[in-house]
Nanobody
Framework: QVQVVESGGGLVQPGGSLRLSCAASGSIFGVMGWYRQAPGKERELVGNITRGGSTNYADSVKGRFTISRDNAKNTVYLQMNSLKPEDTAVYYC???????????WGQGTQITVSS
């Protein structure tokens, strides 16, 4: 059974840092990514990373967020620095099963940036 589980959410002050983790299990995964959804807004891509380590980021987070992964652990990380109130959202991880179009999603973790 394929599972994707995020962890590491919480409350942080503006300018602070936070790291999210996403552990996928039950298969071998290709591209893994992070999305976020703020209240009243559509879900948007934060960034993603290939199995080989190539990354892609939304313009709004470039230079502040970094995605990395550990293939041996099927885990992807999202390091968030210089956080802003507009980064407040539920953050979701997804993972594409390698060689397929099947994408598994996590349940999401809340990030709140507020003083």
């Amino acid at each position: 059974q394929v599972q994707v589980v995020e962890s590491g959410g919480g409350l942080v002050q503006p300018g602070g840092s936070l790291r999210l983790s996403c552990a996928a299990s039950g298969s071998i995964f290709g591209v893994m990514g992070w999305y976020r959804q703020a209240p009243g807004k559509e879900r948007e891509l934060v960034g993603n990373i290939t199995r080989g380590g190539s990354t892609n980021y939304a313009d709004s987070v470039k230079g502040r967020f970094t995605i990395s992964r550990d293939n041996a652990k099927n885990t992807v990380y999202l390091q968030m620095n210089s956080l802003k109130p507009e980064d407040t959202a539920v953050y979701y991880c997804n993972a594409r099963i390698i060689g397929t179009l099947t994408i598994a999603w996590g349940q999401g973790t809340q990030i709140t940036v507020s003083s």
